[in-house]
């Protein structure tokens, strides 16, 4: 089972920022929260992923609670081509045989509109 | 450096077949893992390879099965196809195990 909650669905108006919540009030020491999202029938995009300090790319941002139970992406000026399903997803990094899969669950659906 | 294909994009297979899919990771990648999309199931994790070994399984039965060759590229094949099995499957690449996954465009696999 998926060790993350998110929204199912969530609108943000072109040019301003989205934030994406995600629950992961069990997530362990080691485990990393990484994010996905995929835009209808392809392949899922890499956006960012972090342990505990906020980390930042040319894509997106990503705020860890100091708890590490949640976690928030940031785009920070939407566009319509951002519009995807986004996936919130803790990964063990170590390397015992159980741990080297991602564990998707349903995500949620950003729709940017005009 | 190129991403992750996936050969075919598309295929269409009747129930009783066997279909083979082929993945090409991204260069200097050695474990490749695979997934199964499907609109009841969500994304599931079939099986990963690293240097031609299989080091992790999903919860699939015995006709999904998969390898590695030496130059890191991935097959998986399923033998007597059912309808069950029409799916995106979708191939991902990392230079460990640990190392965070790449996506292909992966093939969609519709079985009549």
């Known amino acids: 089972d998926a060790k993350t909650t998110q929204p199912p669905s969530m609108d943000c108006a072109e040019g301003r920022a989205a934030n994406l919540p995600c629950n992961h009030s069990t997530i362990s020491g080691n485990e990393y929260v990484y994010w996905y999202r995929q835009i209808h029938s392809q392949g899922p995009q890499y956006i960012i992923h972090g342990l505990k300090n906020n980390e930042t790319n040319e894509m997106a941002s990503l705020i860890i609670t100091e708890d590490r139970k949640s976690s928030t992406l940031i785009l920070p000026h939407a566009t319509l081509r951002d519009t995807a399903v986004y996936y919130c997803i803790v990964r063990v990094s170590t390397s015992d045989n159980n741990t080297d899969k991602l564990i998707f669950g349903t995500g949620t659906r950003l729709q940017v509109f005009p | 450096k190129a991403g992750v294909t996936q050969t075919p994009r598309y295929l269409i297979k009747t129930r009783g077949q066997q279909v083979t899919l082929s993945c090409s990771p991204i260069?200097?990648?050695?474990?490749v893992s695979w997934y199964q999309q499907t609109p009841g199931q969500g994304l599931q994790f079939l099986f990963e390879y690293f240097s031609e070994t299989q080091r992790n399984k999903g919860n699939f039965p015995g006709r999904f099965s998969g390898r590695q060759f030496s130059n890191s590229r991935s097959e998986m094949n399923v033998s007597t196809l059912e309808l069950g099995d029409s799916a995106l499957y979708l191939c991902?690449?990392?230079?460990?195990?640990?190392?965070?996954?790449?996506f292909g465009p992966g093939t969609r696999l519709l079985v009549l």
């Open positions: 991902a690449s990392s230079f460990w195990s640990e190392e965070t996954q790449y």
């Open positions: 260069s200097g990648h050695r474990s």
